[in-house]
């Protein structure tokens, strides 16, 4: 079992920003990498970043590149995702998965929220304009 939790989610304005934190910790430790997704209100659940633990390679989604940043401490098993010049848009809950397998080091897969063996609880971001 691998145990997923974020934190650091809030009320921000538009323009403003926030880190979420995400920790991983447990038996089967997520070897292959660990992803951030978000769920706004109604709306399908959408890729925003991934990391990989060995290389730290790291994958956004289109709706963020540019404005987030994903970033890793490999010895505290932490993960942080810093979002900038955040949008009324990034209004969502935002949910941190891990994948245990070690091959998954690659976009098609760090994506796909089926691919994730993990999840946490999620933290709500919330952006006023």
């Known amino acids: 079992q691998v145990q997923v939790v974020e934190s650091g989610g809030g009320l921000v304005q538009a323009g403003g920003s926030l880190r979420l934190s995400c920790s991983a910790s447990g038996s089967a430790f997520a070897t292959g990498g660990m992803g951030w997704f978000r769920q706004a209100s109604g709306k399908e659940r959408e890729f925003v970043a991934a990391i990989t633990w060995s290389g730290g390679s790291t994958y956004y989604g289109d709706a963020v590149k540019g404005r987030f940043t994903l970033s890793r401490d490999n010895p505290k098993n932490m993960v942080f995702l810093r979002m900038n010049s955040l949008k009324p848009e990034d209004t969502a809950v935002y949910f941190c998965?891990?994948?245990?397998?070690?091959?998954?080091?690659?976009?098609?897969?760090?994506?796909?929220?089926?691919?994730?063996?993990?999840w946490g609880q999620g933290t709500q971001v919330t952006v006023s304009s």
């Open positions: 998965a891990a994948i245990v397998r070690p091959s998954a080091q690659v976009m098609s897969v760090l994506s796909d929220q089926w691919q994730y063996d993990y």
